[in-house]
């Protein structure tokens, strides 16, 4: 019994941070997918990105931006998200240009520009905006 219970608590001490790492490994999968869903649609349409929907500042629910089902199949979510979590995509764009973000669980963002920037930035850095999408 005791064995089992030293092996179960093994387990559940490297469980976390295993789920930690896939969420995160989604969210980038799914910024990814948006990145081609938004290059796609730019390519129809003159080069210009669809425009931000803003609803709090950020654009929550990306597929409002005439993305389905012509550029992109479903509308894939936060795998945290729960509407109070803070855990959503971001989505912000001016005419040519365009910024998607996610916040990961270490609270830094994963972001994608449409000047071709992908990475980690930290937490403390500002957010893009719509003067300045990608600092």
Partial sequence: MAILAIV?????SN?????????????KSDLAQYRIALENYAAANNGLYPPANF???????????????????SCP???????????????????????????LNNLNYWRICSDGRIGEVAATEPHPRRTALCP
């Fill in 8 to 12: 179960s608590t093994l387990f559940l």
């Fill in 15 to 27: 469980f976390k941070p295993s789920l930690k790492r896939a969420r995160d490994t989604q969210r």
């Fill in 55 to 73: 609803a709090g500042g950020s654009m929550v629910n990306i597929c409002n931006a005439n993305l389905t089902p012509a550029y992109i199949a």
């Fill in 77 to 103: 979510q936060d795998p945290f998200f729960t509407g109070a979590s803070g855990y959503y995509y971001h989505y912000d764009a001016i005419s040519t240009d365009y910024a998607l973000w996610a916040q």
